[in-house]
């Protein structure tokens, strides 16, 4: 099975009908125009001496140019519809994923404490994907299925597809979420049923632990906005492998090594220009100390000492 563009998802055609629609009139028109323009140049040239006249009040022409664009509005709303209305109506029968975004990542959870970093799905069958998000607005988008949806914060946002082609396809963000927006990216792999339930169930799962209070404080505060957890320097240093690490910071009386202990943190989260690491500049970070309560801090050190960015 195969669309206009050669779409992987049941609900490409519907989307290409439309877009090819609105290409074929919109180069219409622009020929048409164009070619109007070059006329009058050459009809009306000053070389042809001839006088030009003024008219007004011809009711036919106003009718044809209000009727006619009118219609193919009205065209293009009717194959806009049909395109995006099957995109709501998520079948009964649609396997359920849970789509996270984050900054800078996706992941998919199937349930049962199994995530993965890609989107696996099975050939011909209907898949829904509950869009989360973490922290700020993402949008999720997979161009070859023709299907895109916002993540919001707080807000119930889903998207449906079936899969008509194997592969491999991309998947990106597509709102600003930050520095490192454009490599927000994933893929979508389309694999066999029989595949698709080995690779399930092979999936280790993470299990139900829940999550450290320390990095719950760390993103309800955007901590992540500057700071990364895979080691990409963004705007402040990463928090990968930070704990027990050696620093060369940059202070008022000069350059020195420090380790990064709990007094280290602490201070960072209180007095962030005290200490500026190396290579990155000093104000851009104020300080927590009226913002975070005492405990707050302790739950972030606690973090970074006990379940991640530990050296």
């Known amino acids: 099975m195969t ?3 050669s ?5 490409a055609e519907g989307v290409d009908r439309a877009f090819m629609f609105i290409i ?3 180069f219409i028109f622009t020929i048409a125009i164009v070619g109007l323009i070059i006329y009058i140049l050459v009809h009306f040239s000053r070389k042809k001496n001839k006088n030009p006249q003024q008219f007004s009040g011809n009711v036919p022409l106003e009718v044809v140019w209000t009727v006619i664009p009118l219609i193919l509005v009205i065209i293009m709303f009717y194959y806009g519809w049909v395109g995006f209305a099957p995109m709501r109506k998520v079948p009964d029968n649609a396997m359920q994923v849970k789509a996270i975004g984050r900054m800078w990542s996706w992941s998919f959870d199937y349930g049962n404490g199994k995530i993965s970093k890609d989107l696996v799905v099975p050939l011909e069958r209907n898949v829904k994907l509950n869009l989360f998000s973490e922290d700020v607005n993402h949008g999720l988008f997979i161009p070859a299925f023709r299907v895109k ?3 919001i914060p707080s807000y119930n946002n889903y ?3 079936r899969a008509i082609t194997k592969g491999k396809f991309d998947i990106f963000c597509t709102e600003y979420c930050g520095l490192a927006h454009s490599g927000m990216t994933a893929k979508v792999i389309v694999v066999d049923s029989l595949e698709f339930d080995k690779w399930l169930s092979e999936l280790k799962s993470t299990g139900d632990t829940p999550e450290h209070p320390g990095m719950a404080i ?3 505060n955007a901590c992540i906005t500057c ?3 895979d080691g990409t320097k963004v705007i402040g240093p990463s928090f990968k492998d930070l704990y027990g690490a050696k620093r060369m910071v940059v202070t008022a009386q000069g350059e020195k090594e420090v380790e990064a202990n709990d007094d280290y943190l602490r201070r960072s989260i209180t007095d962030p220009n005290f200490e500026v690491v190396k290579g990155f500049n000093k104000g851009l970070m104020q300080s927590y100390k009226d913002v975070l309560k005492a405990e707050d801090i302790d739950k972030i050190v606690d973090y970074f000492k006990t379940a991640g960015g530990h050296k």
Do not use: M, R
């Open 3 to 5: 669309t206009l563009f």
């Open 7 to 11: 779409g992987a998802s049941n609900l």
């Open 24 to 26: 074929i009139i919109s």
């Open 149 to 151: 949806e916002d993540v």
């Open 159 to 161: 998207l449906w597809f």
């Open 218 to 220: 760390i993103k309800a």
């Open 227 to 229: 700071h990364s957890l």
